[in-house]
């Protein structure tokens, strides 16, 4: 069975570039998340959807960040206006249910700003 | 706040030996507990969980127990193998199906 894809798996942007991210959750997962994996460290949380409802964006670093998730599946996370500091590995997970402990992981996307 | 720590590494052991990487989290309350795992090039995946005070996960030889005395959530193995090589993170659940994660720990297992 197909896990959570990511695409692209790489990419490079100038400053000032606006990127989208894709995520493919796990078919039938209602609830999906975005999370940015700085080099050396652990997940942050970014913004957490439940079907097409987007629950808590609180984790987004600012407003040039924003993600949707329109038919309640595939969701892209865009940056507009990249800056060098949003380089990072943006990891999206998918979740059967609200309350279900086990998000399932994609293999995240690596964003460099030059 | 909601935040977890863990030890640093990277933690270098030979083939065998004994494993603990240390993780204690701030909590209000009692939230469930995790520890996933980074093999090189590939994705987090969960390696266990504990849902609540006492309880002990384990999975692939690994074990943890939650500890609310001491609000810690130990990963331990017995006897580590070169494949285990890999970063592990904790991790506690936070509201709204998020999870909170420490920074990782790398571990290198040499034969």
């Known amino acids: 069975g197909a896990g959570v894809s990511q695409s692209p798996r790489y990419k490079v942007a100038k400053r000032g570039q606006d990127v989208a991210l894709r995520c493919d959750p796990i078919?039938?997962?209602?609830?999906l998340f975005w999370y940015q994996q700085a080099l050396g460290q652990g997940p942050e949380f970014l913004t957490y959807?439940?079907?097409?409802?987007?629950?808590?964006k609180s984790g987004l670093p600012s407003d040039r960040f924003f993600a949707e998730r329109p038919e309640g599946s595939v969701s892209t996370l865009k940056i507009q206006r990249t800056q060098q500091e949003d380089s990072a590995v943006y990891l999206c997970?998918?979740?059967?249910?609200?309350?279900?402990?086990?998000?399932?992981f994609g293999p995240g996307t690596r964003l460099t700003v030059t | 706040g909601n935040s977890v720590t863990q030890m640093e590494g990277p933690v270098t052991l030979s083939e065998e030996a004994f494993l603990t990487i240390n993780c204690t989290y701030t909590?209000?309350?009692?939230?469930?507990l995790f520890w996933y795992v980074q093999y090189p090039g590939e994705g987090l995946q969960l390696l266990l969980k504990a849902t609540k005070a006492d309880d002990k996960g384990s999975n692939k030889g690994f074990e943890a127990t939650y500890r609310k005395e001491t609000t810690s959530f130990h990963l331990e193995k017995g006897s580590v193998q070169v494949s285990d090589s890999a970063v592990y993170f904790c991790a506690r659940y936070t509201g709204y199906s998020t999870l909170t994660f420490g920074k990782g720990t790398m571990l290198l297992v040499s034969p």
């Open positions: 078919s039938g997962h209602v609830s």
């Open positions: 959807f439940q079907n097409e409802a987007q629950l808590d």
């Open positions: 909590a209000t309350g009692y939230p469930s």
């Open positions: 997970a998918s979740s059967l249910a609200e309350g279900s402990y086990e998000q399932y």
